[in-house]
């Protein structure tokens, strides 16, 4: 099954890896290397999203790595300019500053060498005292400041620390995009894994337990056996005569619900400090948020079991 890396439009430098299942024009998912560096709608939970394709794959892992790969460059690409900015505005600062700095110096010059000039003797007794005391011509001024005292070492202190600053913040963001893509366990002692960053991303698009629980779904089965599998293997009511399919994976099944209902905070027993009616009402809250999993997984695999098969 091919798996495709998307830029969503929606929302620039967010990427996503997807199934081709999940593209909404179904004469586009038979040919799905076509699409590279085009737009497409893309079914996401409940809605549809407009997504640009940049790769397409049979490897998901390899799909998730490249996607983490490209947003750690989006967020360099971010901060480089902005520290970039940062210097140049320091840089012209501090440019100001020196030129400041220089033609304070020259003037501070010129007065030295015009107060060592007699400017005040009257013009009459300049020529005999030429004759008799010869003055030597003025020495030339040397208007070549010292390099050191021209440099502000207080502007360069504060731009070496700012870029300090800004190379060990990407630092740790680098070391933060790394430890994301390590793969997180769904449930405690289920032995179901999931990427963080897709994790991360399929909470943050679903803004309901039952859509969530649809979501981890999708990603943690595949599309067949989506289609030829019930939630737990029994016969329809409904319809007695119909031959049961047989039960999805439980170990997947089970991670899910537990996850959600973890994550509601209604997972495991009550805890001993509850008083009695407490601890009725999160068994009664617990109970009322597994059926309601429950029934929606289940639908779930019913309208996936009568979708036509493209």
């Not at 947003?71 to 210097?87: D, G, I, V």
């Not at 913040?169 to 179901?192: D, F, I, Q």
């Not at 990427?195 to 779904?217: C, G, Y």
Request: aromatic share 4%.
């Amino acid at each position: 099954m091919d798996h495709l890396l998307v830029e969503w439009v929606s929302e620039p430098k967010t990427y996503s890896v997807v199934r081709s299942e999940d593209i909404v024009d179904g004469t586009k998912r038979l040919n799905c290397v076509g699409l590279i560096g085009s737009e497409t709608e893309i079914s996401w939970g409940k809605k549809v999203y407009l997504g640009r394709v940049h790769e397409v794959g049979q490897d998901k892992r390899i799909l998730i790595q490249n996607a983490d790969k490209l947003a750690a460059l989006a967020l360099l690409e971010e901060e480089s300019t902005a520290t970039n900015q940062l210097t140049l505005k320091v840089a012209v600062r501090s440019k100001k500053r020196k030129k400041q700095h220089t033609e304070a110096t020259k003037v501070l010059q010129i007065d030295k060498i015009l107060a060592s000039q007699n400017l005040d003797q009257p013009q009459g007794n300049e020529e005999d005292n030429n004759e008799n005391n010869p003055v030597s011509a003025p020495a030339e001024p040397s208007l070549d400041t010292d390099i050191d005292a021209q440099i502000d070492y207080k502007e360069k202190f504060l731009a070496l620390k700012i870029k300090y600053r800004e190379l060990r913040r990407k630092h740790k963001t680098l070391v933060r995009s790394v430890a994301e893509t390590n793969e997180v366990e769904l449930y405690p002692s289920s032995g179901v894994t999931l990427s963080a960053a897709e994790l991360a991303s399929i909470k943050l698009m679903s803004n309901q337990p039952t859509v969530r629980a649809r979501n981890l779904f999708r990603r943690l089965f595949t599309l067949d056996e989506l289609r030829t599998h019930s939630l737990l293997g029994k016969r329809c009511n409904a319809n007695r005569n119909a031959i049961p399919l047989p039960a999805i994976d439980p170990n997947r099944c089970n991670a899910v619900i537990g996850y959600i209902l973890k994550e509601e905070g209604v997972d495991g027993l009550p805890a001993n400090d509850l008083s009695s009616a407490d601890a009725k009402l999160f068994l009664k809250k617990k109970r009322t948020l597994k059926r309601e999993i429950t029934k929606s997984l289940s639908d779930f695999l019913r309208e996936e079991t009568r979708k036509p098969i493209v």
